[in-house]
């Protein structure tokens, strides 16, 4: 009788403990939010960089072939024109990322110091993407049509602003 009393009383202690460290509170790898943002300065500009680092890899090519407006007409910088509207697509989606509740990657609210940054960075990027698209639907089937270098140029130009922007994250990181 006295086993079964201590072996009653090991699987009750078992189960009350196997019941406290399922109920223990997780640790997240998610930073907690703070009072105005959530998450560092720091893992903000990391985004930022790493999307700075992409674009200029692509920007390095263009500039590398001398393409420029001349890529209506020049069939190497029409091919880097469509790599260079993947290329800020991918840029806007993945600074969209950290925003979006739903995604993994998801950080919260930029905090207050950068939160303007942030917003003008990816309305850039979300501006050059619009340009990219627009070069797509009239230019990457009707190769060197009139209007392809005035796209080809908003284009590039949307791309040097986002560039821009990306220069004043320096100070973060």
């Not at 700075?52 to 880097?80: E, F, H």
Request: aromatic share 8%; charged share 15%.
């Amino acid at each position: 009788m006295r086993a079964l009393i201590n072996a009653v009383l090991a699987v009750s202690c078992v189960i009350v403990l196997a019941g406290c460290a399922a109920s223990a509170p997780e640790h997240s790898s998610t930073p907690t939010p703070t009072k105005d943002g959530d998450g560092t300065v720091q893992q903000w500009a990391s985004v930022v960089a790493e999307q700075q680092t992409y674009l200029g890899t692509w920007k390095k090519d263009w500039d590398d072939k001398q393409c420029s407006v001349r890529a209506a007409n020049y069939l190497p910088c029409s091919i880097m024109t469509v790599s260079g509207t993947f290329t800020v697509k991918t840029v806007s989606i993945n600074l969209k990322i950290p925003t979006s509740p739903k995604a993994t990657g998801y950080i919260g609210t930029p905090p207050s110091e950068i939160r303007q940054l942030y917003a003008a960075t990816q309305q850039l990027a979300d501006a050059a993407e619009q340009a990219g698209a627009n070069w797509s639907a009239s230019c990457e089937s009707s190769y060197g049509a009139a209007e392809c270098g005035a796209l080809v140029f908003k284009f590039s130009s949307a791309l040097d602003a986002l560039d821009t922007k990306f220069s004043a994250w320096k100070p973060y990181m």
